[in-house]
């Protein structure tokens, strides 16, 4: 095979291997974030358990108000009762009271029901903290576990970067500068192998005499279609399957 063809392969190798390392580390570090939302998330629906209760203590305090002034209103009346004189006053009184006694009643009701919300909200709150609690502490532990995979991983990838570095250099620039470009817009497959005359980047068939050449390997071909540099690839199928 073409000496340029060999080496663009295994250039293509070292850079396939080095979008590995990337991947590793963007999955590895997309854990944490995962976590941090999680995290994010539970803290927000605990701010908002807060602002509920909040809003019902504001509401406790708005309805002991109005139950206090029925109190009053009641003791007023009765107050008045014993001053009026005619029956029309005395019954214009009574339901001042009486209406001041249901209102009393249903402010209890409501006080009620209001402490019992708030309560299942303070829970809530707290059920949630505890669980923030702990993700909190797993992830501390997860970033120091990514944290050092990370490194393992830079240190790989960097020692493989040398060696695309030196690779690199024994390639025309001109072709190198292609098969970047090439990299760049073909998702990482700059190099690609042919197999049953079917370009392995687009899956679009080569033309045969097209093929014949590749499978030559003299000199280096491009894919019609997505203009990928072929080459071609004994087939390990074509014994397996004999
Ligand atoms: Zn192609």
Redesign the pocket.
Known sequence: MNEEISKLIALQEIDTEIAGFDKQISEKQQEITDRQQSIADKQEQINQCREKVSALEQRQREVKAEHEDAAARIKDRQNKMMQVQTSREHQALLKEIEDAKRLIKESQEQLTLIMEQAEQLENQAAELENLCKGEEELLAEETTKVNNAVKKITTRKKSVAKKREKLAAELSPSLLKRYNLLLSKRHGMAVVATRDGV?Q??F?AIPPQQFNEVRKGDKMSI?P??H?ILYFQEEESETADA
């Open positions: 370009c980047g687009c679009m894919c279609t997505c990928r």
